[in-house]
């Protein structure tokens, strides 16, 4: 299915001749340079150190670093500072130098805010109108701005909830340029307001906004091309963040709509494949997650599956390998060792073998949802209560390391690691602590 388109001496005091060889050589030692050390530049921070977007630079919830220590103690896991703000239930994203989040003020005004990630001191602040009120049945969790922004080095990527996509100077905060999806293509404001968090790659950027999904020109906001369009109903609110994965052979866009996965060409944007995903009343709202060939998704008062996808001769199709009776609901889970660390509906973990389908282990009820980090056999697990889990990645048993009270507010918004530093978003402030290994 095809995709819409839019459309005498020099300034060293030296002889020129003799200027111009050493500006060659110095130019000569910067290409060397880029050369080595190109990708940190471009992206203007260094992965292992940031947390540029949803669940983490690879956007799979797994970090790397020095290992982590199997306590939470105030020793093991000390308090940097804290800052209060507006409500939100976006998670912070984080450079070497800034802690970006944002923010909903007075119901009626969305913002972002960068603050210095050693002190918490506010850098700047942007606002734009932008509130609005989700439906009755969801309003006791609020009506505050969602998405997770996203953060390529120099520009931060803000989606607002009436399908408004807003680039800003992440060193000063001025506006570079937005996208009003919904006056751009005049498709109803979504339900729920835009929910799901952009996703950088490379030049491009990629939301699911305007009843569709869109790939934008980073630098200008300029579409390039929109697909998977319906103009309203359930589509035009979606939940789930894309990723984008090298899966049957091809690199594709993993999307997850309301009601279906696909995949997705992020050339052209022509669908390579698709599927319904079973759903109720479209609660289709993890990330997709990427296993080899295949596409782990789980729903609301449904199932979980392994979807598989085959390429024959540049034909795409995809089958169901497993399915089993994990319903999950809000919280992506994270893959360690070929398998699946899963918080679920029923307030339970589970730990899910992607190769079989099988559940190995279910845990006692924690919170109704839970955002998770992995580092090799550790996951720590941020719950809504504000309580923070420290796991061990087992496949044998659910096991609590420890377990910390963090928050006295309700915690939503997706939990950050970045370096040292764990990074908790409740629903009124932003608090920093720094692990330490040799205190736990």
């Known amino acids: 299915m095809p995709a819409y388109n839019s459309e005498s001496a020099g300034e060293s005091g030296l002889p020129m001749a003799d200027s111009n060889r050493i500006l060659r050589s110095r130019r000569g030692a910067l290409v060397a340079i880029i050369a080595v050390v190109g990708p940190a530049l471009l992206m203007g921070q260094d992965d292992s150190s940031g947390w540029n977007q949803w669940r983490g630079p690879q956007r799979d919830g797994v970090v790397q670093g020095a290992d982590w220590p199997s306590s939470l103690s105030d020793t093991a896991l000390r308090k940097i500072w804290s800052v209060a703000l507006p409500p939100s239930y ?44 989700v439906p009755f049945f969801a309003a006791s969790n609020g009506s505050w701005i969602r998405a997770t922004p996203a953060f390529d080095g120099s520009t931060l990527f803000v989606a607002g909830m009436r399908d408004v996509l807003v680039a800003l100077d992440a060193q000063t905060g001025k506006e570079k340029w937005r996208v009003d999806f919904v006056e751009q293509y005049k498709t109803p404001l979504p339900t729920f307001g835009f929910a799901s968090s952009p996703l950088l790659d490379g030049e491009w950027l990629y939301v699911q906004a305007g009843g569709a999904f869109l790939k934008l020109d980073k630098a200008t906001g300029k579409v390039i091309w929109r697909t998977l369009v319906d103009n309203g109903g359930m589509m035009g609110s979606a939940f789930s963040s894309p990723v984008v994965a090298t899966v049957a052979g091809k690199r594709q866009l993993l999307v997850q709509t309301r009601l279906k996965l696909a995949g997705v060409d992020p050339d052209d944007g022509s669908v390579l494949w698709e599927r319904e995903v079973p759903n109720f009343r479209g609660m289709n709202i993890l990330t997709p997650v990427p296993f080899g060939d295949g596409i782990f998704t789980s729903s609301y008062q449904n199932s979980s599956w392994l979807f598989t996808v085959s390429n024959s001769d540049g034909k795409f199709a995809s089958s169901e390998s ?110 920093v602590f720094r692990l330490s290994a040799s205190g736990g």
């Open 322 to 431: 497993w399915k089993c009776n994990a319903a999950g609901y809000m919280s992506t889970p994270v893959v360690v060792d070929g398998h699946a660390y899963l918080h679920l509906q029923n307030r339970r973990f589970t730990c899910i073998n992607l190769q079989t389908g099988e559940r190995t282990w279910t845990s006692d009820p924690y919170g109704k949802y839970c955002s998770m980090i992995a580092q090799k056999d550790r996951i720590l697990a941020l719950d809504e209560r504000g309580i923070l889990l420290l796991l061990k990645a087992s496949p044998q048993e659910f096991k609590v390391l420890d377990e910390r009270k963090v928050s006295d507010e309700e915690a939503w918004a997706h939990l950050a690691v970045s370096g040292e530093d764990v990074i908790v978003r409740d629903l009124n402030a932003v608090t």
């Open 90 to 133: 976006s998670g912070p994203v984080v450079s070497d130098e800034a802690v970006f989040v944002t923010g909903t003020e007075n119901k009626e005004t969305e913002l972002a805010i960068a603050l210095d990630r050693r002190s918490g001191k506010e850098l700047w602040r942007t606002h734009w109108p932008g509130a609005m009120t």
